[in-house]
């Protein structure tokens, strides 16, 4: 299971060992195996970027926020990145690739475009999406199904570009939570959001992203704000560790099995590490 830990500045800290940290599942010590620092070579990333109504205003920033973090987070020798559209539907804009030219041009085409039939008006029925309307964890779930399905050597993982305010679809947030911890694709957020519908749901973002063992960044007051914000996300994307444990004995094997990290060596605790872990766990089938 991957986790990472940092220092304040955002720093990955590489010199954990076993007996500085325990695992608790069922608010029981697990046996700690084995905490091997890895590094991510190649990344493959699927970027989704929020088109539906309450973006329309913001969606330049999305585009700004999406092209950035390709120039300054990903490697073209290395990686590849796909980009999709999402409102109530999902549209791949580009398949995975590595001709980052390619990705980019698709995102500046990016807009939300008003439907002649388009409501602004709230949507009664939120398993029906309206035109313009934002099937957030519809949408991921479906990116993460179709993204599981192709075998990789190369770390996955989701950039979410969104308010992450869901008005419409079937899913929860927390179906979207365990199907990506199931799929072992975290998720990333960069939080925008128009002050007109109340800016970026950080709550939301943060809970959905900390659980999947992702993380979440967001504008401190002015747009351009992210943009030193975004490079910090190479660190926890290609830097993390792989724990190896002996889990605790279950009955419900098919349910998440929560667990919790801790940072027990009392030199380590002083330096108030941040830890990003995933919420648990799925046995393998």
Known sequence: MPF???DENGNFFGQLKTTDIRLLQLKKSAQVISVEPKFANALEIIIMIDASA???AVIPQER??????????LDKDKDKVAVVKFSGAVLLEQDLTNEFSKAIEKIKQIDFELPSDFNRGTNPDKSVPIKGSTSIW????QVLQSFAKI????RKAILLISDGTNTSGEAKLKETINLALKSRIPIFAIGIGDDEFGG???KTLQKLTE???GAAIFKKKKPE???PQIKTLATSLRSFYEITFTPISTNSKESLQEVKIEIINPDLRKRKFQILQPKGFFFSK
């Open 4 to 6: 990472g830990v940092f």
């Open 54 to 56: 309450s973006q329309e």
């Open 64 to 73: 700004e926020a999406a092209i950035a973090f390709i120039k300054d987070v």
């Open 138 to 141: 519809d949408s991921i779930n």
């Open 151 to 154: 075998k990789s050597d190369s």
């Open 200 to 202: 970026a749901d950080k």
């Open 211 to 213: 659980q999947t063992n």
């Open 225 to 227: 704000d992210l943009l």
